[in-house]
């Protein structure tokens, strides 16, 4: 069974930081392009980061470019978020995801870990 699990969430003054992780189970998910998304209440679902399976690769939203950096883990089954210089608007639930590639990254979905920056 194919299982994301996000920890590392909770709530920061404007301007802190937090680091995100995920582990992924269940498959062979060294191999496997992951990435983070999130949902601020009422908006919809958007992009953040993303890393290609051996962190060759990495993209980001422009909101959040020179701020966040995605990253692997040494066993390449383990994603980071580190997120630096946080502002209100970066409130959101963070979610992890994994695919084959980088255009199939949304294929697994993890249940999500709640960020929260005051002002």
């Known amino acids: 069974q194919v299982q994301l699990v996000e920890s590392g969430g909770g709530v920061v003054q404007a301007g802190g930081s937090l680091r995100l992780s995920c582990a992924a189970s269940g498959r062979t998910f060294s191999s496997y392009a992951m990435g983070w998304f999130r949902q601020a209440p009422g908006k919809e679902r958007e992009f953040v980061a993303r890393?290609?399976?051996?962190?060759?690769?990495?993209d980001y939203a422009d909101s959040v470019k020179g701020r966040f950096t995605i990253s692997k883990g040494n066993a390449k089954n383990t994603v980071y978020l580190q997120m630096n210089s946080l502002k209100p608007e970066d409130t959101a639930v963070y979610y992890c995801?994994?695919?084959?590639?980088?255009?199939?990254?949304?294929?697994?979905w993890g249940q999500g870990t709640q960020v929260t920056v005051s002002s």
């Open positions: 890393i290609s399976w051996d962190g060759g690769r990495t």
């Open positions: 995801t994994a695919g084959q590639t980088i255009p199939a990254i949304q294929r697994y």
